[in-house]
Nanobody, 122 residues
Framework: QVHLQESGGGSVQAGGSLRLSCMVS?????MGWFRQLPGKEREGVAV?????RIRYADSVKDRFTIAKDKNALYLHMNNLKPEDTGVYYC?????????????????????WGQGTQVTVSS
């Protein structure tokens, strides 16, 4: 069983930075960060494969960086914008990987943290 626990959310002004952390009990082939913006469906932010290959959503490319070490998954967020406000989740694919994880589809991920709120004010 995979357990995920996010931390590091908070409030920041536009242009600021935050680092989200996700403590991981067991890594699977692909880990990712997702977010749910107010009134919208959950969307992919970034994924990282076991072999290190990374993909970002266009909306965060060049501003956000996904990384991992042996214990945790991270999301470094720079130049934050008010439209980045939402709940951020870390996630892991199941042991038998389904299609769609490389397209940042939430449906390809089985394990989820409880989420952490990020609020960016203008």
């Amino acid at each position: 069983q995979v357990h995920l626990q996010e931390s590091g959310g908070g409030s920041v002004q536009a242009g600021g930075s935050l680092r989200l952390s996700c403590m991981v009990s067991k890594f699977t082939y692909c880990m990712g960060w997702f977010r749910q913006l107010p009134g919208k469906e959950r969307e992919g932010v970034a994924v990282i494969e076991e072999i290190g290959r990374i993909r970002y959503a266009d909306s965060v490319k060049d501003r956000f960086t996904i990384a991992k070490d042996k214990n945790a998954l991270y999301l470094h967020m720079n130049n934050l914008k008010p439209e980045d406000t939402g709940v951020y989740y870390c996630a892991a694919v199941p042991e038998i990987v389904r299609p769609g994880y490389w397209d940042l589809l939430p449906s390809a991920f089985d394990y989820w943290g409880q989420g952490t709120q990020v609020t960016v004010s203008s």
